[in-house]
């Protein structure tokens, strides 16, 4: 079976994440890699032996399987519609867009085009995710009675994520970065849901992002979501979703531990012993004809509503 193929567009921290990844699966390889940015192309492609594109159209005319986005959101519907009009597949980074307009118009260049989306969601490929999707199916945490996500940050930007553009209202900000994980998530655990109420805070100076927000939603099934978030506060960053049941309480902690807690009991961090498929064996799948979990641009723009919605 041949290699499945990746251009990159976009060279910064989680791009340079997805080459990492790429190189190390036996099934994928990168043929292409452009960034605007000379000095950080320079950079990455000297440190991985990576073949390199001197512009947008030299990298497409290597006619990868996927096109990677790993660029600010703004730049995300244009560069789709590039990559669509030249009948190459697009693989996302989220959020899908800078608002859901151009979340629109993504959807709508790669029906036209016939390409497969999928868009880098990693919680949906964890080993944690997996198993609280089948402890959800399974009823074992009892009657679900609230849904609730809580992030915290001392700092935004985070230190080690530095860039122009990620504090900015336009364009950064923790709603935008943080939130479509797990917004997502929801999604994928328990279907569609309505942001009934919501309150977000912003700073003085208008140049830059959200300082708080607090939101109260609900599932068609009736169970209420609580989402509640801070930057620069006393306290180190915690990140947590959770899922209350009346026989048990499941917490995804800082993207990666799942706790589970029973009555009366402490929570016990599990340790699930399955390997999912990953995002890029899914990719690889949906070429060679074989269904496979990915978040399509369709559901992106679903996401990118709520997103919308919130820093309203």
């Not at 989220?94 to 859901?100: G, Q, V």
């Not at 979501?225 to 209350?244: A, C, D, H, P, W």
Request: aromatic letters at 8%; glycine letters at 6%; one cysteine or more.
């Amino acid at each position: 079976m041949m290699k499945t193929t990746f251009g990159l567009i976009g060279t910064g921290i989680v791009g340079e994440r997805i080459i990492n990844q790429i190189l190390a699966h036996p099934n994928c390889e990168i043929v292409s890699v452009f960034d605007e940015n000379n000095t950080r192309l320079k950079e990455i492609s000297t440190k991985y032996q990576l073949p390199v594109a001197e512009s947008l159209d030299e990298l497409l005319l290597s006619k990868p399987n996927w096109v990677y986005i790993g660029t600010p959101p703004v730049s995300h519907a244009p560069l789709a519609e590039l990559i669509a009009e030249n009948g190459l597949n697009i693989l996302s980074e989220k959020p899908l867009a800078h608002d859901a307009q151009d979340g629109m118009r993504m959807v709508k260049v790669s029906e036209e085009a016939n390409i497969k989306t999928a868009m880098h969601f990693p919680l949906m490929y964890s080993p944690v995710i997996q198993l609280l999707k089948k402890e959800i199916t399974t009823a074992s945490l009892g009657d679900i009675v609230r849904i609730e996500l809580q992030t915290y940050f001392p700092h935004w930007p985070r230190k080690w994520q530095q860039n122009p553009w990620i504090a900015s209202r336009e364009q950064g900000g923790f709603i935008r970065e943080i939130f479509p994980h797990y917004l997502q998530l929801m999604y994928y655990l328990f279907g569609n849901f309505t942001i009934s109420s919501h309150y977000t805070t912003y700073p003085e100076n208008e140049d830059l992002c959200e300082t708080g927000v607090t939101a109260i939603a609900k599932t068609e099934s009736g169970i209420p979501i609580v989402l509640n978030s801070l930057s620069g506060i006393g306290q180190e960053e915690r990140l947590e979703f959770k899922v209350l049941g009346t026989k048990k309480v499941m917490t995804i902690r800082n993207w990666s531990e799942l706790w589970v807690s029973e009555k009366d009991q402490e929570a016990v961090q599990v340790f699930p012993d399955n390997q999912p498929d990953s995002l890029l064996d899914a990719c690889h799948s949906l070429i060679n004809g074989k269904e496979s979990l990915v978040v399509s641009f369709e559901e992106g723009l679903r996401v990118q509503k709520w997103i919308d919605q919130l820093l309203k």
